[in-house]
């Protein structure tokens, strides 16, 4: 087996299918596990599409907004990827209550009770909260698309893989639309304040 693994890794990732046996059964600990996660994040992926829509509305400028509002629909699309993934491990899809990102998203709701309304220092936060959020989905695929790998899941691993590029690609816009002009913008309030006092 181990002298099949490795050939099968010089000839590409496409060949690898089937490379590693997973029992397909569903009864080993690790996919229990896998099948829990997935629940985990299930839950997460749904709670995320509403708590989007709360800080697209709290947004300040129209590019986060707008970013914020792509964001939903693709959350839609992690959704439905997930019920899919459920459904090639011949589950019923299931949510789990996701502490992580319920703690998350309550995090998320503070930084706009304690921001100023119309203020980039409320985008800055948002966004910094916004890619918390991102980098908690992307350890969770990444984990979720090596433990597939694991278990001969490959069609569930390119699936997951796919949400995992799609995380990681917001996380990288949202670092950019804080740098293009939020950030400064949101040190030019402090000074401002500052100096009226």
Known sequence: MPQAKAATRRTGSKSKKQTFAGTGAGNTQLEKFFVDSLK????AEKHLVKALARLQKAATTDELKTSFEEHIAQTEEHVARVEQVF????KKPQAKKCEAMEGLTKEAETV????????????????????????????TYGSLVQLAVT????????????????EKQTDENLTVIAENSINWEAEQEEEEEEEEE
């Open 151 to 166: 278990m001969g899941q490959e069609e569930v691993a390119d699936i997951l893989r796919e949400t995992l590029d799609e």
């Open 87 to 90: 459904e090639l491990m011949g």
């Open 112 to 139: 706009i009770e304690e921001t100023e309304k119309g203020s980039m220092t409320r985008d800055a936060g948002l966004i910094v909260s916004a890619q918390k959020v991102e980098h908690y989905e992307i350890a």
């Open 40 to 43: 985990d994040i299930y839950w």
